[in-house]
């Protein structure tokens, strides 16, 4: 063997090792990348099935094996503003701030999905207080012809934050028609119906919603439509439907009361009373004391209609609604002099009060009825009736 040979095959053995390390290092970076595209493909397929969280922790993972991937840091930011724009979630300032960076990024580099990222803005914007700039990125998203249902349903949920419920209207109803399955949107354009006291059409609409999405807020908005529109019985059994599916049902005010009353009207009124004394337990607004007692009246039950009424009373004083009703229920239990002197209480506090006028004439009348009364057989006329539910929470 020359020189020549030995030096050849030397040089050979020392590259050798060299070539091993690059073969290493493509199939490392081939690993990788077969990596990242499994944790970006999973978080695609839980993006589409509406599952943000764990599309959120694919992304992630793909990013902390490849902080660089294109893919995943457009999958990530496409999902918070999936996240933020399905209402899953309410935006502190802070975050707002940081996801407007986010989307406006994102929008610049991936065109596509422009939409998810102009309502995202849209609604950060809000969080943020600049009403104007909001605006304008709902009007962006909803530009195109080829707008969304979830894009329009977005800036007609912006309209009614706005109390416009014209433009909101228009543009749940656009929402709507886009989308027939979009139960969110018939739910919004429901109440924006209800709201404008078109009780017919807001029953259409959250009748549909019912079967289309699951929990109580689709069925209490329905028997609210129903409770404005004093159709009872269809309401009564709404909201029965939303006591079913609710998951704590005794620490909701609001579904208690409306129950009540409606159980009221229709003469049931030991259901009645049961629905208000849970509401009492954890509403302690006078109000639903009053219905409490009205309930009691209504099954005769005076004794503890008055104890309820005594309570509104104390609480207000100026409750002239309170004191009649209360004079009522101490005349059946044989307290003439007491209601006589409630009534008379109410007209020392309405002196020189003009708005409690109205409240003055119906508390004289009353006591001009038990003039000379001896006991409980003259009673104030009138059978009492509950007050209307307060308006629903939105």
Known sequence: ???TTTIAIVLGLLLIPNAIVSMSTISKSGATAAMVETHTRAGEEALTAEKFERAEAAFRMALSIDSTSEAGQQGLARTQAHRITSREESVSR??????GYIFELALKNDAKHAEVYQVGLGLVTTALGDKEGAKAWFDKATASKSASS???MARGNFEIGQKDLTAASASLAKAVALDDKNGKAKLGYGIVLKRQKKYAEAVAQLQKATSALPGPKAWYELGDSFLRDSKFEPAYNAFVSAAKVHPNVNKEPSLLKRLGVTAYRLKKYQEAIGYLTQ???????????LNLGIAYQGAGNHTSAAQQLSKVVQQRPAHAEARAYLMKSLVQINQIDAARKIGRQYLVLAQNRPAMKPGA?????????????????????GKPQPQAAPPAAQ
């Open 1 to 3: 063997m020359n020189q």
């Open 94 to 99: 802070s975050d707002a701030i940081s996801l």
């Open 150 to 152: 979830a894009a329009w």
């Open 279 to 289: 509401a009492t337990q954890v509403d302690k607004d006078p109000e639903v004391a």
């Open 361 to 381: 004439q119906i508390i004289t009348n009353m006591l001009g009825q038990l003039k000379g009364a001896p006991s409980k057989t003259t009673r104030p006329s």
